[in-house]
T-cell receptor, first 113, second 112 residues
Framework: AQSVTQLDSQVPVFEEAPVELRCNYS??????LFWYVQYPNQGLQLLLK??????LVKGINGFEAEFNKSQTSFHLRKPSVHISDTAEYFC???????????FGTGTRLTIIP | DTGVSQNPRHKITKRGQNVTFRCDPI?????LYWYRQTLGQGPEFLTY????????KSRLLSDRFSAERPKGSFSTLEIQRTEQGDSAMYLC??????????FGPGTRLLVL
């Protein structure tokens, strides 16, 4: 079984400042990792994913994340945020051969003008 | 390709009534998933299909819940004798085997 911990439930950031949203996972098998974004009253949109290969993955909207196996982390970063980045961000994990995604509880990113 | 669609987007019902939600996946996707999301939480897996076969069901899916995908295309999720605890956002996702899941906009259920 897998689990995901998103330690920060809310992160306020000034516009054009950098941001890091933290995600740690637990699994007894090798994993695939994902970040999804959810805007108010909408479904989830895939930001980026780590399947294998390079541990630094780039996604849409200028986001990137780094897979760190030794620290079991997959933190999401953006060098300069915009008002439009205000949303809920979910980290998710699935194990090899496992179809279901296990999500964290989410981090609400609020951009301060 | 118009993405995953779900209907209705919102449903208000009285406790004890039955409700049915529909999900239309991306056309070439053979896998379809249902998740439930309650306020302030991440989505929780309910069940998934490969083509028309239901391959896994979560323990969250009580006997009052049933999901079908009769022709391997759209899927329905029915909740019988709804309870207030069933109030949540019900999300559908689809994928090709071994690839990322793409989510629909969800159906928000409120049980009064």
């Amino acid at each position: 079984a897998q689990s995901v911990t998103q330690l920060d439930s809310q992160v306020p950031v000034f516009e054009e400042a950098p941001v890091e949203l933290r995600c740690n996972y637990s699994s007894s098998v090798s994993v695939y990792l994902f970040w999804y974004v959810q805007y108010p009253n909408q479904g989830l949109q895939l930001l980026l994913k780590y399947l294998s290969g390079s541990t630094l993955v780039k996604g849409i909207n200028g986001f990137e994340a780094e897979f760190n196996k030794s620290q079991t982390s997959f933190h999401l970063r953006k060098p300069s945020v915009h008002i439009s980045d205000t949303a809920e961000y979910f980290c998710a994990v699935t194990g090899f051969g496992n179809e279901k995604l296990t999500f964290g509880t989410g981090t609400r990113l609020t951009i301060i003008p | 390709d118009t993405g995953v669609s779900q209907n209705p987007r919102h449903k208000i019902t009285k406790r004890g009534q039955n409700v049915t939600f529909r999900c239309d996946p991306i056309s070439e996707h053979n896998r379809l998933y249902w998740y439930r999301q309650t306020l302030g939480q991440g989505p929780e897996f309910l069940t998934y299909f490969q083509n028309e076969a239901q391959l896994e069901k979560s323990r969250l899916l009580s006997d009052r819940f049933s999901a079908e995908r009769p022709k391997g295309s759209f899927s329905t999720l029915e909740i019988q004798r709804t309870e207030q605890g069933d109030s949540a956002m019900y999300l559908c996702a689809s994928s090709l085997a071994g690839t990322s899941q793409y989510f629909g906009p969800g159906t928000r259920l409120l049980v009064l």
